[in-house]
């Protein structure tokens, strides 16, 4: 399997985006998680400040956008283990000139019609 990293220099850096759920709480806080991380929440007194904490949080973590590529492993085609199983038969001619010759008269038999 071939893999490939793509990383992006410093000064083209994709900007991050997250789909954050905000909570409001019942004591009157809010908290916000990332979707997908529910590791990542901010909470405050407003929804700016647990918005401001999750950036924050998320900013001390460094994170980076990396590209995988996966190239598909090689598999060999299904019929290609018969491929030339009968080289060596001594009948092998024989059949491919009866093969042909079926061909023809059938071949003849359509141009008459």
């Not at 924050?56 to 290609?80: F, Y």
Request: avoid cysteine; glycine fraction near 6%.
């Amino acid at each position: 399997m071939n893999l490939t990293v793509k990383t992006y220099p410093n000064n083209t850096v994709p900007k991050l985006t997250y789909d954050v759920l905000i909570e409001n709480q019942e004591d009157g806080g809010v908290i916000a998680t990332v979707l997908g991380l529910p590791d990542f929440k901010g909470s405050g007194v407003t929804k700016k400040e647990a918005l401001e904490k999750l950036i924050q949080l998320l900013q001390d973590r460094k994170p980076e956008i990396v590209t995988l590529e996966i190239e598909p492993p090689q598999t060999e085609h299904p019929w290609m283990k018969f491929a030339g199983m009968h080289k060596d038969n001594p009948l092998f001619t024989e059949v491919m000139e009866y093969i042909e010759a079926d061909r023809s008269q059938i071949d003849l038999e359509n141009e008459t019609r």
